[in-house]
């Protein structure tokens, strides 16, 4: 297959063109380097089937030749970036989704949208199933990134419904590993670059929070297995193994052996502004129709992480 990946020099981008360059395929990355990074890439640079294109997805996308698959990535995912660029937030999940979807539409390219559990917003039901339409907040500070997914997918199902075009919409729960900024300032680098560097691990209100942190190579794994299933409605991809953040917390500690205290903040009202307090997806629909579930242990996937941390700090 001849692939595009949008958003192809970011964290989860990056790691799916090396999967599918792995399967044998072509593969084109484009990223407007926003958030992403060359260094992400630049392994692949030189290689016969890989090609980068430094684009700006919520502009008009010309690509020359056929295309067997477009998979929409590009997005501003952490909330310290979408509170920061909250108008290019909307644009890349409205604008660039447009964009997208009408050049699938024109190459005849199977479509997958990568989407959120940003999408069920600060969760009434839990664990959060696929038929469960979300409280999110409009007008709240999250609202930017969860409003612009809502609306990629609606737009997604209107084009397949009314253009035909045949899409996937995976509903991506939080990821971590290699490849994610240190300074991104998602929980997992954040808490993993302040252990290494001995400063306090910055756990906001009481830490009671929850989320299931799926490791990279298990949400490709997951992603590929959607991309070549005929499941056109929303699938769930992330893990189960749900823990508070304080836990998450003293987990780092452990496994970085670092002697950095705990401190419990209270950030800007924005940063945690309808923060969900709950989140674990119920993969029962992904087992069902993909055969998937995640393998690799919170344990493995953050020795790993911390390993690929540790090397970018220069330890
Ligand atoms: N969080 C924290 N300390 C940090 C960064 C995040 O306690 O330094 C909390 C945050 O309030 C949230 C959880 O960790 O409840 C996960 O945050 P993240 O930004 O990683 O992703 P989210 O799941 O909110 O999109």
């Not at 484009?30 to 919520?58: Q, Y």
Request: hydrophobic share 35%; glycine share 8%.
């Amino acid at each position: 297959m001849r692939i595009l990946i949008t958003g192809g020099a970011g964290f989860i981008g990056s790691h799916l063109c090396d999967r599918l360059l792995a399967d044998g395929h072509h593969v084109i990355a484009m990223d407007n380097l926003s958030t992403g990074t060359v260094d992400n890439i630049a392994h692949l640079a030189g290689h016969e089937r890989f090609l980068f294109i430094k684009h700006d997805v919520t502009n008009y996308i010309y690509i020359e030749g056929p295309l067997d698959a477009v998979l929409h990535l590009a997005s501003l995912p952490s909330p310290v970036d979408y509170l920061n660029y909250p108008i290019q937030t909307l644009k890349v999940g409205a604008l660039g989704t447009h964009k997208t979807l009408g050049l699938a539409l024109a190459k005849r390219a199977r479509y997958l949208l990568a989407s959120t559990s940003e999408v069920y917003g600060d969760p009434l039901v839990h664990p959060q199933s696929e038929d469960y339409w979300g409280n999110v907040n409009p007008v709240g500070p999250r609202g930017v990134y969860d409003e612009s997914k809502r609306f990629a997918e609606a737009l997604t199902m209107a084009y397949h419904r009314y253009h035909g075009v045949d899409t996937r919409i995976a509903r991506i729960f939080n990821t971590y590993g290699p490849r994610m900024r240190m300074d991104d300032g998602r929980v997992v680098p954040n808490f993993i670059c302040q252990a290494l560097r001995g400063e306090p691990l910055t756990v906001y209100d009481s830490g009671s929070r929850t989320r299931a942190f799926c490791y990279i190579s298990d949400l490709v794994e997951g992603i590929v297995r959607l991309l070549h299933s005929d499941e056109v409605y929303p699938v769930n991809l992330g893990s189960q193994a749900e823990i508070t953040i304080l836990e998450l917390a003293h987990k780092v500690l452990e496994l970085t052996g670092s002697r950095s205290p705990i401190q419990f903040v209270v950030p800007s009202d924005a940063r945690t502004a309808d923060d969900p307090k709950i989140r674990c997806p119920d993969l029962s629909k992904a087992r069902r129709v993909l055969g998937w579930e995640p393998k690799v242990s919170l344990e493995e996937g953050l020795r790993h992480t911390i390993e690929y941390f540790r090397r970018k700090l220069g330890q």
